[in-house]
């Protein structure tokens, strides 16, 4: 059987494809393109309109190029609107998220850096969320949050390692909860420590996913960045800077709170790469509401942002809410936010020219992805996934010297 895995949106999906990719070797199966798989598997995502409107193009246009194929649907879209999705054409089954772990079996030995495209590998520790943002629907389509055991977290990263891989994004539908179901609980912290001892042995290193900005705590920002085995790079999500949006969405911290997160992190790693999400167009988002969250992005440290045009997410508090900003606009705030996005991140590179970093060679070889998240051309002749070190000699191209 020949097979191809789509996927759509967070690492968290990423790291279920990996899965459901290794599930499917070890029954046999051989990687193709959707053009000419026997069986493919999208795995969507629903956190935007925008969102769902790709999973479905994908799933037309794999109907309409590979009519023989078994479409295999599941994700957060599938989950959230199972009858609309099982309508479009070709889709021969659902798997809804709580029924992915039927597909996917144990970390096997099969998946090698380079398959699925992939260096670094998204490793999942947590799924599921206890939250209840007024603009998202994640908690309806991957259930109460759920840990993955640290004895076993640490077993999975034994295996990767021996595999070969050397850089492990650690990914969570809402990461800075690890723990809290757990008996005995733990915490976060708990789990990078004991990875951090672990690694003191392995040639591996350490990446965060997503991280929520009332769980970066004081210690876990002191281990990133004072360990070696973790990269120099934080997401933490803002969503707004208008104390009275981040009121209404449901955001247990203040834009205040915010920046002297971002501030600590840079005083503690200047050289971080810090990024950022922002929901633009929320409902009842002013021209007053707006404008702070241009200054306060605009005044940050942070160096990427992500823009996502808010739609309504049926069954979210949110999408009762009054006050619609017409798509016009919100469309326009966003490129707006956009451009900010693009100064800030000129800034970083700026910032960068120069400097040495080390990195991980890439694809065949001509990129390297620094610790800090900048992606450098560097000179061929290199396999993929070995580390290196590199100085920044152009940002416009970005390239990169290897020096080591």
């Not at 026997?38 to 409107?53: E, G, M, P």
């Not at 190029?65 to 009858?83: D, E, K, L, Q, W």
């Not at 977290?153 to 595999?163: C, E, G, N, T």
Request: aromatic fraction near 4%.
């Amino acid at each position: 059987m020949k097979y191809s895995v789509l996927t759509f949106g967070c690492r968290v999906n990423q790291a279920d494809s990996c899965q459901l990719e290794r599930e499917l070797q070890a029954g046999g199966g051989v990687p193709a393109g959707p053009g000419t798989a026997d069986v493919v598997v999208v795995n969507t995502c629903s956190v935007t309109a925008a969102a769902d409107q790709a999973a479905r193009n994908a799933i037309r246009r794999i109907a309409r190029v590979n009519p023989r194929a078994r479409i295999v649907a599941t994700g957060c879209y599938a989950t959230r609107r199972p009858a609309e999705v099982e309508r479009l054409p070709g889709v021969a089954r659902l798997m809804p998220n709580d029924r992915k772990t039927t597909m996917a079996g144990a970390l096997g030995e099969t998946l090698r850096p380079g398959d699925r495209g992939r260096t670094a590998y998204p490793l999942c520790v947590q799924t599921g969320c206890d939250e209840r943002c007024a603009y998202c629907i994640v908690p309806s389509t991957r259930g109460a949050s759920r840990s993955r055991p640290v004895s076993l977290a640490l077993q999975d990263v034994r295996r990767l390692a021996d595999a070969g891989f050397k850089e492990l994004w650690l990914t969570g539908v809402h990461l800075g909860s690890f723990g809290r179901d757990l008996r005995p609980r733990c915490t976060l912290l708990d789990l990078l420590l004991a990875l951090d001892r672990q690694a003191e042995s392995m040639d591996v290193t350490f990446r965060l996913s997503s991280l929520e900005p009332m769980d970066c705590s004081a210690e876990i920002l002191e281990l990133v960045g004072g360990s070696p085995r973790f990269a120099p790079h934080l997401h933490l999500p803002l969503q707004h800077a208008s104390d009275r949006i981040l009121s209404a969405m449901r955001r247990p911290y203040t834009a205040g709170s915010y920046r002297a997160l971002v501030q600590r992190v840079r005083e503690r790693m200047p050289d971080a790469a810090i990024g950022t999400d922002v929901v633009v167009g929320f409902p009842g988002e002013t021209e007053r509401d707006f404008d702070e969250l241009v200054g306060g992005l605009r005044d940050s440290a942070l160096t990427h942002l992500h823009v996502f045009p808010y739609s309504d997410r049926a069954g979210t508090e949110a999408s009762h809410m009054p006050s619609k900003v017409p798509g016009a606009v919100i469309g326009h705030r966003a490129e707006r936010l956009r451009a900010i996005g693009r100064e800030l991140n000129g800034r970083f590179l700026e910032r960068q020219l120069g400097r040495e970093r080390p990195a991980l060679t890439l694809h065949d070889g001509s990129l390297a992805l620094t610790d800090n998240y900048v992606k450098l051309r560097i000179a061929g002749g290199r396999a993929r996934n070995e580390r290196v070190r590199v100085r920044v000699v152009s940002v416009s191209p970005l390239r990169g010297e290897v020096t080591a």
